[in-house]
Structures are given as structure tokens and as C-alpha cells.
């Protein structure tokens, strides 16, 4: 089955860079997912990765290692409206569905 | 363009009664659709998906069911409410072949 591990929280400034690990493993890959929850809210894309390498957009950025079975979500120049959970998340082994970790919580202070 | 919506948006309902939740897409044809439950402190967890009109796939083993009376509706169901039912219930659809979810609004239940 797929298995998704990430921190539970994290801290940061204003104005700072924060990375979010995501390490997963997975009966076959068919890319990697990241969403931004606010609380109270349903989560939004941010990104996808298929591919080995970073993707870059604005000022998130997401990185895959499929050999290494790893990702991070980059966040620079944070700022307080960037407080949220951050979910990682893959294709369950028929495709049909995403599965989910169970969030990293960012706090982002002034 | 494509629009998700779920009600009610919230609810508080006793333990041992009946459940509804009701989730209509629009602006697309035979879309994934999936009924997710996120428990206070903890992860998305996938409870039911469907591919089709009349296919659903269960995830989990528990109290809930879940029917695609149309192909743009999806309703989550429970005929009897348990504590542990307890959550945020998020429907969502992707398009066929892909696997980007796009969320409804989420309606949080509260089981007394």
C-alpha cells in the first residue's frame, strides 16, 4: 500500500524560507501531490510533480526524488497568510484516488 | 467552468440518527467523485470513491455507505450516527486519467 510521512509542525518567521520533507513509499508512482489547508477549510492545489526535479511557481516551489522516494515543498518570503496545514499526497496503487499524509501544520509569526 | 458544492456546510446531530450529505458537481461529465473525512488532529482520510453512476468503492469498513443516484451527485450516508462519526466530510472530483482532486467546502459534523 502507499505510506506518507511528513512532520507534524513547523515554526517560521515572516520574510523567511521553510522546506516541507515528505518521504512516501508507494506500490508504483504516478506522481506526487502538494495542497495547502487553512483551517476550517478544504485543501487547494498547489502542486504537481511526475518528474525528478524542482517545479518552480511563484514563491512555492516542489521537489521530487523518486529514487529516493522524497519530496519538499519550498515556501520563501513567507508571510502570516501562509499559516496552514501543508498535505502531501499520492495516487493509490490503482490511480483512482489520492491518498493522503496526515499534514504538516506551519505557523508562521511576525 | 467546474463548480463543487456539499451541504449542509455544518451539523450537529445525535448519536443513533440518521445521516445525509449531498455533493453536486457542474460544468463537467463523468467525473471521479470521493467522499473524504478529516478527524480533529488527524490526516485526509478516503472513505468512498466512485468512477461511475452506481460504482462505488469503499475504503474503509465502518457505518457509513455512499450512492451515485446521477452522475454529477454523490450523498454519504449513515443510518445510524456513532460518536466516532465526528469529523470534517470533504466530497471532491478529479477529471478521468488525472489524479488533481478539487474540493467541495467541507461540512463538519458533530455527533452529541
Known amino acids: 500500500g502507499q505510506n506518507i510521512d511528513q512532520p507534524t509542525e513547523m515554526t517560521a518567521t515572516e520574510g523567511a524560507i521553510v522546506q516541507i520533507n515528505c518521504t512516501y513509499q508507494t506500490s508504483g508512482f504516478n506522481g506526487l501531490f502538494w495542497y495547502q489547508q487553512h483551517a476550517g477549510e478544504a485543501p487547494t492545489f498547489l502542486s504537481y510533480?511526475?518528474?525528478?526535479g524542482l517545479e518552480e511557481k511563484g514563491r512555492f516551489s516542489s521537489f521530487l526524488s523518486r529514487s529516493k522516494g522524497y519530496s519538499y515543498l519550498l515556501l520563501k518570503e513567507l508571510q502570516m497568510k501562509d499559516s496552514a496545514s501543508y498535505l502531501c499526497?499520492?495516487?493509490?496503487?490503482?490511480?483512482?484516488?489520492?491518498?493522503f499524509g496526515k499534514g504538516t501544520t506551519l505557523s508562521v509569526s511576525s | 467552468s467546474q463548480t463543487i458544492h456539499q451541504w449542509p456546510a455544518t451539523l450537529v446531530q445525535p448519536v443513533g440518527s440518521p445521516l445525509s450529505l449531498e455533493c453536486t458537481v457542474e460544468g463537467t461529465s463523468n467525473p471521479n467523485l470521493y467522499w473524504y473525512r478529516q478527524a480533529a488532529g488527524r490526516g485526509l482520510q478516503l472513505l468512498f470513491y466512485?468512477?461511475?453512476?452506481?460504482?462505488i468503492s469503499s475504503e474503509v469498513p465502518q457505518n457509513l455507505s455512499a450512492s451515485r443516484p446521477q452522475d454529477r451527485q454523490f450523498i454519504l450516508s449513515s443510518k445510524k450516527l456513532l460518536l466516532s462519526d465526528s469529523g470534517f466530510y470533504l466530497c471532491?472530483?478529479?477529471?478521468?486519467?488525472?489524479?488533481?482532486?478539487?474540493f467541495g467546502e467541507g461540512s463538519r459534523l458533530t455527533v452529541l
Open positions: 510533480n511526475v518528474l525528478d
Open positions: 471532491a472530483w478529479s477529471r478521468r486519467g488525472t489524479g488533481e482532486l478539487f
Open positions: 499526497a499520492v495516487p493509490n496503487q490503482a490511480g483512482t484516488a489520492l491518498i
Open positions: 466512485s468512477v461511475g453512476i452506481g460504482q
